[in-house]
């Protein structure tokens, strides 16, 4: 079946940096899009940035704009984000998910967009 794998998240202090990557696994993507979400305690899971695998059109979150970037390797079915300048805002579980959004940035945003999710990894950004 298809897995996605989430990788790369840790403990930071605010104005550093971390890369996340995604692998995907068991099956062709070059027709998807992927997204990445996080989800903060106490809060719903939302949408961070999204990434087509043909075009290679980015879509981000007005939270995360100018500061994280999303990118793809179509080759090796990953996908990574680039995190700039991390706030503590931005502590929260960030979960992988690949899936046929139209494109519409309003379709990209929606979870039920998206047929398949990684575990999840945890990103904290001290003060």
């Known amino acids: 079946q298809v897995q996605l794998v989430e990788s790369g998240g840790g403990l930071v202090q605010a104005g550093g940096s971390l890369r996340l990557s995604c692998a995907a696994s068991?099956?062709?993507?070059?027709?998807?899009?992927m997204g990445w979400f996080r989800q903060a305690p106490g809060k719903e899971r939302e949408f961070v940035a999204a990434v087509r695998w043909s075009t290679g059109n980015t879509y981000y979150a007005d939270s995360v704009k100018g500061r994280f970037t999303i990118s793809r390797d179509n080759a090796k079915n990953m996908v990574y984000l680039q995190m700039n300048s991390l706030k503590p805002e931005d502590t929260a579980v960030y979960y992988c998910?690949?899936?046929?959004?139209?494109?519409?940035?309003?379709?990209?945003?929606?979870?039920?967009?998206?047929?398949?999710w990684g575990q999840g990894t945890q990103v904290t950004v001290s003060a």
């Open positions: 068991g099956r062709t993507f070059s027709t998807y899009a």
């Open positions: 998910a690949a899936g046929v959004p139209t494109d519409y940035r309003l379709s990209y945003l929606s979870r039920a967009k998206y047929d398949y």
